[in-house]
Structures are given as C-alpha cells and as structure tokens.
C-alpha cells in the first residue's frame, strides 16, 4: 500500500459512512458528487488502503446489558518491548477489555472495561486485568453516564 493523500471526495465518503455504513453505493456516490463507479473504485481503495477497516452495527449495550463502563489505569512493572508484548497479548484475551491504549504519562495504559454490573467489573478487575503480565497497580474510574460516545470523522 501506498500512502496517498486524501482529497475532497475521498474525505466526503469516509464523513458520510462514519455515520451511515449501511449508504447504498448509489446513494453514497450522489452525496459525494460522483457518479456510481468512480465512488465504488474510491471505496474499495479505501477499504484496501486500510482507511476504512470496516463496517459495523452501533449497539445499544444497554440493552444487552451491558451497561457499566469503567476506565482503568494500569501501570506496570516493566516497560521493555517484551513486556509489552507480553501484556498486550493478555489484554487482547480479555473480551471486556473494550480498548486499551498505552499512555505517556504517569501510568502506562488506559483500558475501557464494559460489564454488566460493578460486581462483575471487580471480579474482571481482580481475577483478570490484575493478573496480567507485569502489572503493578492499577486505578479504576467508572462511568456514571456517557455523554458523547463517537469516533472521529475525516
């Protein structure tokens, strides 16, 4: 893959699908400007650009229950390369680990934790994320109401 620059119309179709991945390719195309073919050849160089890494439903988690989101920060003991590796290998095992983003700062990573209950989030918290590979200590913030929940756009 090459690196290409991203001009109006591709940055046009990234907008319109952040918020509608489901748009018809004929519908998508006249929002954009263009016609069928020319957005269908942009989107699937999008696609295989690794722009656009897929679709997906927005779900309600609430309504599967799963509604109580925790931030923990986790510092650990050691920061080498394999100690690293050795800790994101763990975390990626770990289905409530929503996202996980090494930090610079005073701790090393910040993990989004989505259960179903803070009972199930401190066993989570205990019996997993603390047994991972080289953590030290961590500290949990939880989420009393999300106010904006969205990724950003092009």
């Excluded at 929002?31 to 656009?52: A, E, F, H, M, W």
């Excluded at 609430?62 to 931030?71: C, N, P, Q, S, Y």
């Excluded at 080498?80 to 996980?100: H, K, S, T, Y």
């Excluded at 019996?127 to 950003?152: D, G, R």
């Amino acid at each position: 893959m090459e690196d290409r620059q991203l001009d109006q119309f591709d940055r046009r179709i990234i907008d319109i699908l952040s918020r509608d991945g489901r748009m018809p390719v004929t519908e998508l195309a006249e929002k954009v400007g263009l016609s069928k073919t020319p957005c269908q050849t942009r989107l699937k160089r999008l696609v295989d650009d690794g722009v656009i890494r897929g679709f997906r439903a927005v779900v309600n988690m609430a309504r599967l229950g799963l509604d109580h989101v925790a931030f923990t920060e986790v510092k650990l003991s050691d920061t080498r390369e394999q100690a690293l590796a050795d800790f994101n290998r763990g975390v990626m095992a770990i289905p409530e680990i929503e996202e996980a983003h090494m930090i610079a700062g005073n701790f090393d990573y910040l993990l989004k934790v989505r259960t179903a209950d803070i009972r199930r989030f401190r066993i989570v918290l205990g019996e997993k994320i603390s047994t991972l590979p080289h953590v030290s200590n961590t500290s949990t913030f939880v989420v009393m109401e999300p106010v904006k929940e969205q990724s950003v756009r092009a």
